[in-house]
């Protein structure tokens, strides 16, 4: 008896785990798709989602091409030939990596093996997106940690000291992020360091460097090292920036031999595609384009930092390929001019920073249209 159900999206959240119920998708900004049609004979300016605009390695195209002849085949489950090639670049073993569609899939795996009702996940306000998504969809509760204020050195940043200070008997993981979107703000190895030693050793610490290859000498560093002495700590990594193979899908994760065991009975069997593995095997060795591409950005994040902050906005300190830009009350209007004359940033209402955009670092010819287009919108 009773009346049917309405099976809309309210009445099957209701039927969902608890931790899905109240989960808000992830929002991928604006729909590109109907973008690009739109502003077809002009071209749309594509700054919204930290996209290399330099794309990838001629190799890792071939190489790709080379796999066109056996899509009807599964791919190798292990990904064994790249695995090979990222433990020599990165001197761990082979049963130290976990390859994942994108290091996307990776962060929400570390939350569904390590964190369920009952356990405490922390993470920094505006810290990456995927945090908040991975720990409520796993039904862990959620420790968010304020960030530096915006007068410290590293404005908006990780407070790594808050953070250590929040881990208590209930928590099981942690996630940085380093450098940090949508903040570009870094952490120095000294200061992982002395945060791990404060960090008790059940404790799991996830240090996502999806933007590492792009930060300078002696700025952020890498946890990398820090693996042979700390086997609670767990790095990510990915191909969607400096190595421009976002539309393939690949991360990877670094950790301890039996961490990579336990995720590996969440993983779907063959979760990378052939075409993605043989193209990340061949970027990994076309160091030349990594390096090139490396230096245009950075060289390019200075010129754009510097035109904004000419121009009297607060752009906070960055070694990614994206600078955060404070453009105050008029920030929605300023987006929605920028938006009709084909420039596309990132709204950060869903961060909580409405006040700001986020800026993808550009092409040289694509930061000079978002400069001309400024100069029209701004008050
Ligand atoms: C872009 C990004 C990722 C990468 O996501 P993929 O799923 O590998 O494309 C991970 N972490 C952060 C902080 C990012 O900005």
Redesign the pocket.
């Known amino acids: 008896m009773g009346s049917e159900p309405a099976f809309d999206e309210a009445w099957f959240a209701s039927r969902a785990q608890a931790g899905i119920r109240a989960l808000k998708a992830y929002d991928p900004g604006h729909d590109l798709v109907t973008l690009r049609a739109r502003f077809r004979d002009s071209r749309l300016v594509e700054l919204g989602s ?1 996209e290399n605009p330099y794309g990838p390695s001629p190799a890792a195209r071939e190489a790709m091409l080379g796999e066109l002849d056996a899509l009807h085949r599964y791919p190798d489950p292990r990904g064994a030939g790249l695995k090979h090639a990222l433990a020599a670049r990165h001197g761990v073993r082979v049963e130290q990596l976990l390859l994942g569609n ?3 899939e990776l962060l929400m795996q570390l939350a569904q093996v390590f964190a369920g009702p009952g356990d405490d996940v922390v993470y920094s306000r505006y810290g ?1 997106a ?1 945090f908040a998504l991975a720990t409520q969809a796993a039904g862990a509760r959620a420790v968010v940690v304020e960030p530096l204020p915006r007068d410290a050195a590293m404005p908006l940043g990780h407070d790594l000291a808050a953070i250590a200070r929040a881990i208590t008997p209930a928590t099981t993981l942690v996630y940085l ?1 380093n450098p ?2 949508p903040t570009g703000t870094w952490f120095t190895p000294a200061e992982l360091t002395a945060f791990l030693a404060q960090v008790p050793p059940q404790v799991i610490i996830v240090v ?1 460097e ?1 933007y590492a290859e792009m930060a300078d000498e002696g700025t952020a560093g890498s946890a990398l090292a820090l693996l042979s002495t700390h086997a609670n700590l767990v790095v990510t990594r ?1 191909f ?2 400096a190595y421009g193979l ?1 539309g393939l ?1 690949v ?1 990877y994760l670094v950790a301890a031999p039996g961490l990579v065991a336990v995720i590996e009975r969440v993983r779907e069997s063959f979760n990378v595609n052939g075409p993605a593995l043989a193209a990340c095997e061949a970027a990994i060795g076309d160091d030349a384009h990594l390096a090139w591409t490396c230096a245009r950005n950075a060289a390019s994040r200075a010129a754009l930092a510097g035109a904004l902050q000419s121009r009297g906005l607060m752009v906070l300190p960055s070694q990614t390929n994206f600078v955060l830009v404070e453009f105050g009350a008029q920030t929605a209007r300023i987006e929605a001019a920028l938006l009709e004359r084909g420039i596309v940033l990132r709204p950060m209402g869903g961060y909580g920073l409405p006040q700001w955009l986020r800026i993808t670092v550009g092409t040289r010819d694509e930061n000079a249209r978002l400069l001309a287009a400024l100069d029209e919108v701004l008050p």
């Open positions: 930290n994108g290091s996307h990456f995927v992020a940090n979107n996502d999806a990915t969607s920036k976002a899908r991360g």
